[in-house]
Each structure stands twice: as structure tokens, then as C-alpha cells.
């Protein structure tokens, strides 16, 4: 991971400190996005990076549950704005309904909590689960949820579709 020559590359930046840097642009980008254009329309790059950046957001929480209640606080207004704009992707796009639930399902129990204080339940009518198995059946893994070195299969997006009915919310 600290091989010299990356090292040079990246201005003697650490690892870490440079997937910290994108992290931070990434959340940046998509608080400018809202702003400028809400997450009422379609965008299918907005269903990718909140998916991104709910799940790395997720992460840090779990890592940093005994830190800074301040820097626990920004994560967790990240992550409201991560599920709200799913969710309203959602509203437009059957994948981005899916991933709304998978983000929804993934969040500690307390920021499920306080997420739904924001936004609103992600879920799966029954009468619109047999177009949104058709229409989502992928293979696709989804951004965030597995590391490099895993087995992305846990992750891929037939198994979430298949595992819908699972989720309870």
C-alpha cells in the first residue's frame, strides 16, 4: 500500500489520505447536485454516487461510533441525504428503489431511526415487485458494499432483488 513510487505520484499523500480527499469531493459534488438541481428528476450517475457514498458513509459510522459527536453528526446528515435522494430517485427508476432499500437495510438501527425522521420508508409494493424483479435482474455489483479482496457476490444486485422479501424495515 505505501509503495514509494505511488507515494511520488500522489505528492507523498498517503493512501488514506487521498481516498479521505475523495470521499470528501464525492459528498461535496452530490450537496452541490441537490442544491442546484434537487433529486426529484431522473439521473441515473445520482442513483451510483449516493449508493457510493451512502455506503462508505455507513462504514465510517461503524468505525467511528465512539468518536466525536460532531464528526458523527456530519456522517449521519450525509446519510440523510444519501437515503432522501434514492428515495426520490426512486420514485423514477426502479434500480434506484432497490438500492434505497439495500442502503436502508445496511444502516445501524439507530440511523434507520433518524433517517426516517427525513425521509421517507424505502419499500416494495406488492403489486410492483414482479416488474421491478424483471426489469432489475442484474448481476451488477453494487458500489460501496464489497471490498476488492471479497467476494462480490454477496453484493450483486440478482441477490438483493432475490433477498427483497427479507428485509424488514
Excluded at 444502516?107 to 424483471?134: F, R, Y
Aim: hydrophobic share 45%; proline share 4%.
Amino acid at each position: 500500500m505505501n509503495n514509494p513510487e505511488i507515494l511520488k505520484l500522489y505528492g507523498g499523500k498517503t493512501t488514506e489520505s487521498v481516498i479521505s480527499e475523495a470521499k470528501v469531493m464525492l459528498e461535496t459534488v452530490v450537496r452541490l447536485y441537490y442544491a442546484r438541481h434537487n433529486f426529484e428528476f431522473y439521473d441515473p450517475w445520482m442513483a451510483f454516487a449516493l449508493t457510493v457514498l451512502g455506503n462508505m458513509i455507513i462504514a465510517d459510522l461503524a468505525k467511528t461510533s465512539s468518536t466525536d459527536p460532531q464528526i458523527a453528526s456530519g456522517y449521519r446528515s450525509s446519510l440523510i441525504l444519501a437515503a432522501q435522494g434514492l428515495n426520490k430517485q426512486g420514485l423514477n427508476y426502479h434500480l434506484s428503489r432497490l438500492l434505497a432499500v439495500q442502503l436502508q437495510g445496511a444502516m445501524d438501527p439507530m440511523d434507520l431511526q433518524l433517517v426516517q425522521t427525513h425521509a421517507a420508508v424505502a419499500g416494495i409494493e406488492e403489486d410492483e415487485k414482479a416488474l421491478i424483479l424483471e426489469q432489475s435482474y442484474s448481476l451488477w455489483p453494487l458500489p460501496g458494499v464489497t471490498g476488492i479482496n471479497e467476494d462480490p457476490d454477496k453484493a450483486r444486485l440478482k441477490n438483493l432483488v432475490a433477498g427483497v422479501d427479507s428485509l424488514e424495515l
